[in-house]
C-alpha cells in the first residue's frame, strides 16, 4: 500500500516555488546562497520560538525534531545536489 501524498498548503507551495527559482541562481553565487540559508535559518527560528511558547525545552524538543528532520532530508538531497554538480 503507497502512503497518501497531502496537496501542499499554499504556504507550502509559494516556499517550494521561491526556492526553485532562488537555487538555480544561489548555487553560482556564495554570497547569495549564504543569505538565502541564513533568511530560511531566520524564518524557522521565529516559527520554532513561537510553537514552542516561550518554554525553552519545548522550544528545545521541536528544534531537535527539526535538525534530525533536515539531517534526513540533506542525507536524500546529496544525492540531487552529486548529480546536479556544483557549478
Do not use: W
Amino acid at each position: 500500500m503507497s502512503e497518501k501524498i497531502e496537496p501542499l498548503t499554499a504556504f507550502e507551495e509559494s516556499l517550494v516555488k521561491l526556492c526553485a527559482v532562488e537555487i538555480p541562481h544561489a548555487r553560482r553565487d556564495p554570497e547569495r546562497l549564504a543569505a538565502m540559508i541564513e533568511r530560511l535559518a531566520d524564518s524557522l527560528a521565529l516559527t520554532l520560538a513561537i510553537a514552542g511558547g516561550g518554554d525553552m525545552e519545548r522550544t528545545n524538543r521541536l528544534y531537535s525534531g527539526a535538525e534530525s528532520y533536515m539531517l534526513g532530508m540533506i542525507t536524500d538531497y546529496q544525492r540531487v545536489a552529486k548529480r546536479a554538480g556544483n557549478t
